[in-house]
């Protein structure tokens, strides 16, 4: 079983429309990620949780928004979704204890189109 | 702050030829470094990690990576490339210290294997 789960896996949508995108963990890390990804450019974080109450803003944050509902869980929403969104989107978790050296444990990406 | 540098955003070997990735960062405190891959429509996976202890460090696959200090680099081999290799790999590095939750990722080098 994965440790990281993504769902949806695809989305096309279209422009203006609400999307969100949700992750589960189970490998009972305190802290997620959000981070998008797009040809040429690698990872870029979009917003991270080191737990239920604590949520920041990463560095391209502008157009998501996010909740942490659960340790557990990390749901990223486009409010209004725009063509420039299109790309894939990766959620992650660490752990902060020591030893960990935060390593990320990824998800298998959500493939998100907005027409 | 830190970046991270891939040289050549495309590298092209033969089967059973070396592989060498380059990784070059900057950073303003000892980081932590790792390398991940991307197999086409997956997640990220973590190949090796440099903490601290010896510079040399061997990873999965056949893979192994050498911290060098005096050149901010932590490049990627392996001494025979296999079909199986072609993929996305991607460098990434953390702060050690202080709020060590940041992993800031290079653009990524596509491995192509040709037979």
């Known amino acids: 079983d994965a440790d990281v789960t993504q769902t949806p896996r695809n989305r096309i949508t279209k422009t203006g429309k609400r999307i969100m995108l949700e992750c589960s963990q189970t490998k009972g890390h305190d802290r997620m990620y959000w981070y998008r990804q797009d040809p040429g450019l690698g990872l870029r974080l979009i917003y991270y949780?080191?737990?239920?109450?604590?949520?920041n803003k990463g560095e391209i944050s502008d157009g998501y928004s996010v909740s942490r509902q659960a340790q557990a869980k990390f749901s990223l929403s486009l409010e209004s979704a725009i063509p420039n969104q299109t790309a894939l989107y990766f959620c992650?978790?660490?752990?902060?204890?020591?030893?960990?050296?935060?390593?990320?444990?990824f998800g298998p990406g959500t493939r998100l189109t907005v027409l | 702050a830190q970046s991270v540098t891939q040289l050549g955003s495309h590298v092209s070997v033969s089967e059973g030829a070396l592989v060498l990735l380059r990784c070059n960062y900057s950073s303003s405190v000892p980081p932590y470094l790792f390398w991940y891959v991307q197999y086409p429509n997956q997640g990220l996976q973590l190949l090796l990690k440099?903490?601290?202890?010896?510079?040399l460090v061997k990873g999965i696959n056949g893979f192994e990576a050498e911290f060098k200090k005096s050149e901010t680099s932590f490049h990627l081999t392996k001494p025979s490339a296999h079909m199986s290799d072609a993929a996305e790999y991607f460098c990434?590095?953390?702060?050690?210290?202080?709020?060590?939750?940041?992993?800031?990722f290079g653009k990524g080098t596509l491995l192509t294997v040709n037979p």
């Open positions: 992650a978790t660490s752990d902060s204890g020591t030893g960990s050296y935060n390593e990320q444990f």
């Open positions: 990434a590095v953390s702060p050690s210290g202080g709020s060590n939750y940041k992993l800031t």
């Open positions: 440099y903490t601290t202890g010896a510079t």
């Open positions: 949780s080191f737990d239920v109450k604590d949520i």
